[in-house]
């Protein structure tokens, strides 16, 4: 098997599981008892949150809520905002922003709601003269990716922080596909919430974190007890907090690590090269821009994608054929159409993500094995 689906999910490492495991048998407490059987574990979440904090620079101010993953964080994040800002009516995007947060800004346009989507241009850098420009008095959010999940294309947070801060206007960055893969400080680099998901940073699925800069006002998304200082209702996924504080000490390691880094990226380029010069007619995305390590889309020509992923299935190669949460619908991508492709081209890519457990020899393998995919594909 050669798994390069990692902007999908990823492989849990033997040291996230086996902290995880007392928390599905002897330590089984429920945090918010009285009694010390359970509340002990309030020790082990803030260590949590401590780690995971660490992983994104956080002051131990701010507060980080864990939550179950990075659709629940943006969905609670844009929905906080127009609850605590009902006199602001306007809110910018992009073209290219995941459906978690695309599908709330079209529930929030229905209700009434201005949505102002930045543009990108070919390579899928943000139109930032637009975005600029767009900033108003009525702004609530701007809400822009870390990196884009289908692209890899970073986005320039650091330059959208400051104008943001200067016109006085909130930040969210989604940085699901970001997190574990480039240096991530929001200390540094100011925003005033950010989403993460443990899954893509080699962590347990179902559980996430979301990040508000202290004293910025949040409304949370779902009500009931007051756990989490009453921030998000329900009894915490133990198993998964400590899974997840596990992953982001491992990765914090990983993204310090200059030289692992660049092997990262040495491998994916190295794919990238390889079926360039072994695959006619093929085109990479966001090629010119900025790109996380780890993440390849690339459009083969004159092929249909669901019948190339699935010889490359068969072949034992797995990947996918863009953002994994609109898997399964007939909708080319909206990230290949923003960045100027036609339906053919979007429903001709395949998006290549490795993770730091990839190994040439599997770079290699699919460098022997895609060739004869594609044009057996194409001579059908």
């Not at 599981?17 to 945090?31: D, I, L, Q, T, V």
């Not at 660490?54 to 002051?59: T, V």
């Not at 507060?63 to 994040?77: C, K, R, V």
Request: proline letters at 4%; glycine letters at 8%; one cysteine or more.
């Amino acid at each position: 098997m050669i798994y390069l689906d990692n902007n999908a999910t990823t492989y849990l490492p033997p040291e996230v599981r086996e902290a995880m495991m007392p928390y599905f048998s002897e330590e089984y407490g429920n945090a918010a008892s009285v009694h010390t059987f359970g509340s002990r574990l309030m020790n082990q979440m803030d260590s949590a949150r401590e780690s995971v904090g660490r992983l994104i620079g956080a002051d131990p101010k701010d507060d980080l809520t864990f939550t179950s993953g990075g659709t629940e964080s943006n969905n609670a994040i844009l929905y906080s905002v127009v609850k605590k800002f009902p006199n602001r009516r306007h809110i910018i995007t992009s073209t290219v922003e995941h459906s978690s947060v695309a599908k709330v800004a079209e529930d929030l346009e229905k209700q009434g709601y201005e949505i102002t989507r930045v543009p990108v241009d070919r390579e899928g850098r943000l139109d930032l003269n637009f975005f600029k420009n767009s900033i108003r008095s009525d702004t609530a959010l701007v809400t822009l990716m870390w990196a884009n999940n289908e692209t890899g294309v970073l986005s320039p947070v650091a330059e959208i922080s400051k104008i943001t801060r200067q016109k006085g206007v909130l930040f969210h960055s989604d940085a699901v596909q970001a997190i574990g893969k480039v240096k991530i400080n929001v200390s540094e680099t100011p925003v005033d919430f950010l989403s993460v998901s443990a899954h893509k940073l080699h962590g347990p699925k179902g559980i996430g974190l979301l990040y508000v800069r202290k004293g910025v006002p949040f409304a949370p998304l779902i009500l009931g007890g007051a756990q989490q200082n009453g921030r998000r209702a329900g009894t915490e996924n133990m198993a998964g907090i400590v899974g997840f504080a596990v992953a982001s000490d491992m990765a914090q390691k990983f993204v310090a690590d200059v030289k692992k880094l660049e092997q990262e990226e040495k491998l994916c380029r190295k794919l990238e090269e390889g079926l360039l010069n072994r695959v006619s007619d093929i085109t990479i995305a966001g090629q010119g821009a900025q790109r996380i390590p780890n993440t390849s889309q690339i459009i083969f020509e004159q092929t249909e994608g669901e019948a190339l992923l699935q010889m490359m299935s068969d072949a034992g190669i797995y990947a996918s054929g863009g953002s994994t949460c609109t898997a399964g619908t007939t909708q080319p991508s909206h990230v290949l159409l923003a960045m100027g492709f036609n339906e053919k081209q979007s429903g001709a890519a395949i998006r290549f993500s490795l993770s730091r457990y990839t190994t040439e020899d599997e770079i290699n393998g699919v460098l022997e094995i895609m060739p004869k995919l594609v044009s057996k594909l194409r001579s059908i």
